[in-house]
């Protein structure tokens, strides 16, 4: 059996920290140093020597040897405080396994659910939310030691019962939201239909009309590919004159 003296394992224990510069999932901003050593840039990162540095904000990954920055433009960045609507993946005895459109699952407990207080039996959280419903919630807690935590006690926040659901880019919602939800408003009085807007990127769209439904969902693509745009509230408006108002 080949053994090892303290020095080659306080040698390797030295490389191993000093490999490994970032947590897996935690932000990293262009041109921090992620990680050292013998280890393959893959996507969004450079080597520069053994030094492997970011090229721009994202969330940290490595697979085997392979080092890699998820682009945080294309996937949602949980903060406490924000509305999502998440999907469930998992019932559990204390709460559901939510998918919030994150690299993070999020944790919805039966107690902020507005159920009963104690901890009902898996039977009665499954009758209560199954997996694959859809879920509209806040996210209450945080940070780098546990997965987000939900909160679905609110008004106007819980189990969503119907609707079509729109999935956007998360950083174009506030363009889609607009000035003091100018845009989201102009959508919802000219089509006459619920609209329900998480962080997350994700929409839900509820409406009478199947057309009406269908310029909805097409004017929210138009504005998540426009988003950087001038005019583009005219041209929205331009849109609805035409396909709803028949002008």
Not at 55 to 79: A, D, N, W
Not at 145 to 171: F, H, N
Not at 183 to 199: D, F, P, R, Y
Request: charged letters at 25%; a positive charge; hydrophobic letters at 35%.
């Amino acid at each position: 059996m080949r053994t090892f003296g303290k020095n080659s394992i306080k040698s390797a224990f030295e490389w191993i920290l000093l490999t490994i510069l970032a947590q897996k999932k935690q932000l990293v901003i262009p041109g921090e140093l992620v990680a050292k050593g013998e280890y393959d840039p893959d996507l969004n990162v450079y080597k520069d020597g053994e030094n492997i540095y970011s090229t721009m904000i994202g969330l940290f990954e490595y697979q085997g040897s392979r080092i890699s920055v998820v682009p945080l433009k294309h996937c949602y960045f949980p903060f406490v405080d924000d509305i999502i609507i998440g999907r469930i993946t998992d019932v559990g005895m204390s709460g559901w396994s939510v998918d919030i459109n994150s690299p993070y699952s999020a944790m919805l407990p039966v107690t902020e659910f507005g159920a009963r207080q104690n901890y009902p039996r898996k039977r009665e959280t499954t009758q209560s939310l199954r997996v694959g419903d859809l879920v509209k919630a806040k996210i209450i807690a945080f940070d780098r030691s546990r997965d987000p935590l939900l909160s679905a006690r609110d008004r106007e926040l819980g189990k969503i019962t119907g609707g079509r659901m729109i999935k956007i880019t998360p950083s174009k919602i506030p363009r889609l939201i607009g000035k003091e939800g100018s845009m989201i408003n102009l959508l919802k009085k000219e089509s006459a239909c619920s609209l329900s807007v998480g962080q997350n990127g994700i929409v839900l769209v509820t409406c009478n009309s199947p057309k009406n439904e269908e310029v909805v969902v097409e004017l929210i693509k138009m504005i998540e590919h426009e988003a950087h745009t001038q005019g583009l509230t005219d041209r929205v408006s331009e849109v609805i004159n035409r396909k709803l108002r028949g002008v």
